[in-house]
C-alpha cells in the first residue's frame, strides 16, 4: 500500500525569507500524480501545486515550487519571498494513475507552516 | 458555479443517534470521495465512489456508509455515532476516475467542511 510521510509537524520562517518542506512516499507504482494543499485556519482545502511522475521537469506556480525525485520518492515544497498569508498547515498527497485499479488518494498527515514578521 | 457543497457546517450529536452528512457538486465529477480529519493524523480516507452507483472502503471505512444515485450527490451516513467519529469531515470530487485523465482531470476539489461532535 502507498503512504506519504511528511516529517516535520511544523516549520517557522521569517517573512520573505524561503522555507522548505519535506514530503517522502512509497509506492510500487511508476505513474502516479503527487499534490500539496494548503489550509488555511478556515479549514478549505486549496490546491498549491501538482506534478506528474512522468515528468521530469519539477512544476512551478508563482513563488511556490517544488523539488521532485523520483527514484528517491521525495517531493518538497519550497516556498520563495514568504508571506504571512503562506501560514496555514500543508498536505502532501499521493494519487496513483490508476493503472493498479487503484483511484485512492493518501495525504500526509500534515506540516503546519509559522510565517513569522 | 457552487462547486463542492456540504452540509451542515457544524453538528453535534449524541452517542447512539444518526445522521447524514450531505455532499454534493455541481462540476459533473465521476470521482467523489469523503475523508476524516484529525489532529496529527492529516486526512483519511472514509469511502470513496468513481461514479454513479459504485463505491468502495478508503482506510477508516468502520462506522459509516456511503451510497451513490446520481453523478451530483455523495451522501455519508453515520448510522450509530460514537465518540471516536468526533472529527472534521471534507467531501472532494475530481473530474475523472480513470487511467488516462491526465493530471488536471485528477485534481481533487474540496468542500469547506463538517465539524461534528458526538458526546
Known amino acids: 500500500a502507498q503512504t506519504v510521510t511528511q516529517s516535520q509537524p511544523e516549520m517557522s520562517v521569517q517573512e520573505a525569507e524561503t522555507v522548505t518542506l519535506s514530503c517522502t512516499y512509497d509506492t510500487s507504482e511508476s505513474d502516479y500524480y503527487l499534490f500539496w494543499y494548503k489550509q488555511p485556519p478556515s479549514r478549505q482545502m486549496i490546491l498549491v501545486i501538482r506534478?506528474?511522475?512522468?515528468?521530469?521537469q519539477n512544476a512551478t506556480e508563482n513563488r511556490f515550487s517544488v523539488n521532485f525525485q523520483k527514484a528517491a520518492k521525495s517531493f518538497s515544497l519550497k516556498i520563495s519571498d514568504s508571506q504571512l498569508g503562506d501560514a496555514a498547515m500543508y498536505f502532501c498527497?499521493?494519487?496513483?494513475?490508476?493503472?493498479?485499479?487503484?483511484?485512492?488518494?493518501?495525504f500526509g498527515t500534515g506540516t503546519r507552516l509559522k510565517v513569522l514578521a | 458555479n457552487a462547486g463542492v457543497t456540504q452540509t451542515p457546517k457544524f453538528q453535534v450529536l449524541k452517542t447512539g443517534q444518526s445522521m447524514t452528512l450531505q455532499c454534493a457538486q455541481d462540476m459533473n465529477h465521476e470521482y467523489m470521495s469523503w475523508y476524516r480529519q484529525d489532529p496529527g493524523m492529516g486526512l483519511r480516507l472514509i469511502h470513496y465512489s468513481v461514479g454513479a452507483g459504485i463505491t468502495d472502503q478508503g482506510e477508516v471505512p468502520n462506522g459509516y456508509n456511503v451510497s451513490r444515485s446520481t453523478t451530483e450527490d455523495f451522501p455519508l451516513r453515520l448510522l450509530s455515532a460514537a465518540p471516536s467519529q468526533t472529527s472534521v469531515y471534507f467531501c472532494?470530487?475530481?473530474?475523472?476516475?480513470?487511467?488516462?485523465?491526465?493530471?488536471?482531470?485528477?485534481?481533487?476539489?474540496f468542500g469547506a467542511g463538517t465539524r461534528l461532535s458526538v458526546l
Open positions: 472532494a470530487s475530481s473530474l475523472w476516475s480513470g487511467t488516462s485523465g491526465g493530471l488536471a482531470k485528477n485534481i481533487q476539489y
Open positions: 506534478q506528474e511522475a512522468y515528468k521530469q
Open positions: 498527497a499521493y494519487r496513483s494513475a490508476g493503472t493498479s485499479g487503484t483511484y485512492k488518494y493518501i
